[in-house]
Structures are given as C-alpha cells and as structure tokens.
C-alpha cells in the first residue's frame, strides 16, 4: 500500500487556470507538507499542517492554497498559474511536527505550464 | 539550523561501500543530523538520523564525529539501485519537522 499518494502524477496547463493537486496518507500521521522542487532540484518547503491547522506558510504567493479536509489530507490548489509554477510538488508527512520523525514522501506531481 | 555542506557528486563501484561525508561545522548541541536520498523521479526517501552517537539501521550507518561537526553516511555494499541524489539536513530538536534541502551528493554507482 502507498503511504503517502499524490494525484495527478503529470499535470500539464495552460497560463491562468487554476489546477488542484491532492495528497493523502494512510500511515495514521498528524502532519503533512507541501514541498516545491524547481528546475535547479532544490527541495524547498511550502507548507506544513499539523492536525488540520496551518503551521508554516513559507512565503508563499497567496494563488496557492493548502486545504485540509481532515488529517490524512492535503490538498494544494493554485489560482492563475504562471510559468514560473512549472516544478514538481512533493506532499510530505510525519507523525508529529515537534518532535524527531521522519518525513514520508510521496512521488510528486510534475506540474507544466506553458 | 546549521548549513551543511556536501560535495557535488561521487562514483563508488557496485558491491563496494558507499562513504558519504557532510560537513556541519556550525551545528548546535541539540540540532540532529538527518539523511534523505532521492532516486530519480522518486519523493525522497528517509535514511538515518543522530545527534551524537554512531547510528546503524538495515539501509546504513551514520558515523559523527566527535566534535560533530562533520558526518558520513556509509552504505556498506551499495548496489546499482543506490544510485541517487543524497542531502544531508541539520535541524533543530523540537523545531518542526520542516526541513530544508541543499544540494546533496549525485552518488553513482558503477558495475
């Protein structure tokens, strides 16, 4: 079984639409993160939510929206894509957001807009 | 949390050990050293983590200095499937579990 599964795997748009990626997690976590990785390969965090509520937003445009349905979802939505939105998302979790755990993270989603 | 630096890539024969050095030369007494790997086209994968002592698990062992400011991460008999993208993190105990990724190390091993 997956742990953390991402859809769509491939998501390829067009300039101004708005695009939803979800994640989910079966592994019973209390926190999940979004994580964008741009051309260059560095992983950079986007959000993170612990227990359904937003923790960190790392300066991130407010076109992209994190929701979370309940713990073992998190689901980025982003309003009128740009170029520069071209990467792959990766969705992350962990049991905990204080302590040491490991991340758990799912095959990402590559996102392309032209 | 400390910068840590790696070098930008390394070779290591098949069946041979993988020995992957990180230096954390402005790491905390209380900030963790984490390993993470990402094979292509793949989330990346967690490895091992420390704080002081030697650290051992079915994928590797993590040796940390002394003094703690460096690492290595030692794949004992690396197979052509350990060929990825290595990054080692420092953070913080009780800070998040927000990480933040450098470069890391393109390990390739070779038959």
């Known amino acids: 079984d997956t742990a953390v599964s991402q859809t769509p795997k491939y998501l390829v748009t067009q300039m101004g639409n708005d695009k939803s990626i979800k994640c989910e997690q079966n592994l019973g976590h209390d926190t999940m993160y979004w994580y964008k990785q741009d051309s260059k390969k560095f992983l950079k965090i986007m959000f993170s939510?612990?227990?359904?509520?937003?923790?960190i937003n790392e300066t991130v445009p407010n076109r992209f929206s994190p929701k979370s349905p309940d713990k073992a979802h998190l689901n980025l939505h982003i309003n009128s894509l740009e170029l520069g939105d071209s990467a792959v998302y990766f969705c992350?979790?962990?049991?905990?957001?204080?302590?040491?755990?490991?991340?758990?993270f799912g095959n990402g989603t590559r996102l392309t807009v032209t | 949390d400390a910068k840590t630096t790696q070098p930008p890539s390394m070779d290591c024969a098949e069946g041979r050990a993988a020995n992957l050095p990180c230096n954390h030369s402005t790491i905390s007494g209380n900030e963790y050293v984490y390993w993470y790997r990402q094979i292509h086209s793949q989330g990346p994968q967690y490895i091992i983590h420390g704080l002081k002592n030697n650290e051992t698990n079915e994928m590797a062992s993590l040796i940390i200095t002394e003094d703690r400011k460096s690492s290595t991460l030692i794949l004992p008999h690396a197979t052509l499937r350990d060929t990825a993208v290595y990054y080692c993190?420092?953070?913080?105990?009780?800070?998040?579990?927000?990480?933040?990724f450098g470069g890391g190390t393109r390990l390739m091993v070779k038959p």
């Open positions: 939510y612990n227990n359904k509520e937003l923790i």
């Open positions: 992350a979790s962990s049991q905990d957001y204080g302590g040491n755990s490991p991340l758990h």
């Open positions: 993190i420092v953070r913080r105990a009780n800070a998040g579990n927000m990480l933040t």
